[in-house]
């Protein structure tokens, strides 16, 4: 009986070594039982400085900050969290810095202003020379494409749209140009809506849906919708006159959220909600108000598309926080002050390589 006992008392301190073996072998901090993130973070820079902070959405709060020494604190930075995550973008006046998020610590410089990377992180839009790149290797891919504002790519890290001035007509306005990086050509595209040359401003392409949705200044300002094929719009939704338009497509492809801003001090009335969209079906889904904040000028999606952060435009430089919104049944959790005017913001995990 006694050495049954021993034999099964060693027997299970065998299998909990295994246990703990195999949790070091295959678990990871960072991430729960099913294999995503335990903890959703985005990385907030302020409008000017050097100064980052990461807010997470389950502490509902600011839980760390760290400084780019290499920037200078008079000013603004735009940051993408990238390379599978462990990398930071820090794009400042005419350089980027790629800082190491675990050592906080620059590891290379680029001698570009690089305010747009590929989801995938392979590929970033070089707004200086006005050429596509690969990274890390910079590595030209085109610099044909004359845009000059509105660089965006799509969740799958396959089409880049941008804005390109356009002549039309004798003025000068901005046209929707779409490039296709695995089939390496060029279509000029969306010049005309409603019969004349028309202003875009931002938009977001979803190579799944092979559609983009446009925010146009003029002759009208509002969001449509264009297909890659085609260069006629679908309207979906119009603003106050001088409206700029922000849309963003969740990271599934599922929802299109759009936002709009303006100088008040133009008589222009800001709609003060953030509005969704079917990205699929075009239809209506939602309005949310974006509680704490007077205009909306970026935001940003988490991984899963569940949290969407949105950050003012910040009009009479008053307003230090931004607005937390659960981007899945349209409803606002809270707004968190961040202690600085906020400026760029990026999500961790949003990047993915592979």
Known sequence: MQKRRKSTFFGLITLAVLAVWVCLVSCDDSTGPDGEPDEHLFYIAPKIGNMVKVFSVEQESIVDSFVVDSVDESWDMQIHVIGNDSLLAVSSESKTYIVDLESKQVLSTYPYETRVFSRDSRYFFHYNQQELRTFPENGLVT?????????????????????????????????????????????????????????ATFNFPISSLEKVYVGISWPISGLVATDFTSDTVRFMKQFDVGAGIVPLAAPNDEYVFVSDYGITSFEFVPSEHIFVFDAETEDSIAAIASQGIDMVYYMIISHDSKYLVARPLNEFEDITSICLIDAENFEVIGAYDCGFLPGSISAKYAARNG
Not at 147 to 155: D, E, L, P, V, Y
Not at 159 to 184: A, C, H, K, Q, R
């Open 143 to 199: 610099g044909e494409t004359g845009a000059i504002i509105g660089a965006k790519f799509c969740n799958q890290s396959e089409v880049l749209t941008y804005v390109y001035p356009d002549f039309t007509m004798g003025e000068m306005l901005f046209s929707l140009g779409i490039y296709y990086i695995n089939g390496d050509s060029i279509s000029n595209h969306l010049r005309y809506a409603f019969g004349e040359p028309i202003a």
